[in-house]
T-cell receptor, first 114, second 113 residues
């Protein structure tokens, strides 16, 4: 079936550094990808919609200057958490709409900011 | 925008019993309703989905029902097994290009043997 690859799976960084997370659709093209954030024991909250070749659409309350999204090709979207702080520690998951309009998820990235 | 409510938040059953999780949605434009199973620290896995042109779908021990008029859909798991223990999320979307899945808050299912 369709596969979405997400890297890295785990990041531990110091406060103030920036972290880049990659999301790739391996066997299909995705003009749109989605970024979610999940806190422990909570649901997946949509952060933004990544659009190939254009600006991302951010959900209310999500700082676009904090969470930079780039979707430069039909198979790759990146999320950069800039100047990360401990409150940014979370599980970040991307998804892409694949064959038969089913959304496939990446394996997620667990970010821990010290 | 879409809002999805999910109940219950936790559900404990004995092995072999049935489990039912219910969701409601607000946007009448939504036409695709998937259910995901998520184990701790892992990605959500699609277990079953239903589109608005059908009222029920079944796959072995799992079934989903949809009532478009009332805007609610339910997941039914029969003959539960310990390996069914996980967090289950319902979601809804208009499933057009550019529209994201909106998730319910999740149900933690515990199946004891």
């Amino acid at each position: 079936g369709a596969v979405v690859s997400q890297h890295p799976s785990r990041v531990i960084c110091k406060s103030g550094t920036s972290v880049k997370i990659e999301c790739r659709s391996l066997d299909f093209q995705a003009t749109t990808m989605f970024w979610y954030r999940q806190f422990p024991k909570q649901s997946l909250m949509l952060m933004a919609t990544s659009n190939e070749g254009s600006k991302a659409t951010y959900e209310q309350g999500v700082e676009k200057d904090k969470f930079l999204i780039n979707h430069a090709s039909l198979t790759l979207s990146t999320l950069t958490v800039t100047s990360a702080h401990p409150e940014d520690s979370s599980f970040y998951i991307c998804s892409a709409r694949g064959p038969e309009n089913i959304q496939y998820f990446g394996a997620g990235t667990r970010l821990s900011v010290l | 925008g879409e809002n999805v409510e999910q109940h219950p938040s936790t559900l404990s059953v004995q092995e072999g019993d049935s489990a039912v999780i219910k969701c409601t949605y607000s946007d009448s434009a939504s036409n695709y309703f998937p259910w995901y199973k998520q184990e701790l620290g892992k990605r959500p896995q699609l277990i079953i989905d239903i589109r608005s042109n059908v009222g029920e779908k079944k796959d072995q021990r799992i079934a989903v029902t949809l009532n478009k008029t009332a805007k609610h859909f339910s997941l039914h798991i029969t003959e539960t097994q310990p390996e069914d223990s996980a967090v289950y999320f319902c979601a809804a979307t208009a499933n057009q290009a550019g529209t994201a899945l909106i998730f319910g808050k999740g149900t933690t299912l515990s199946v004891s043997s």
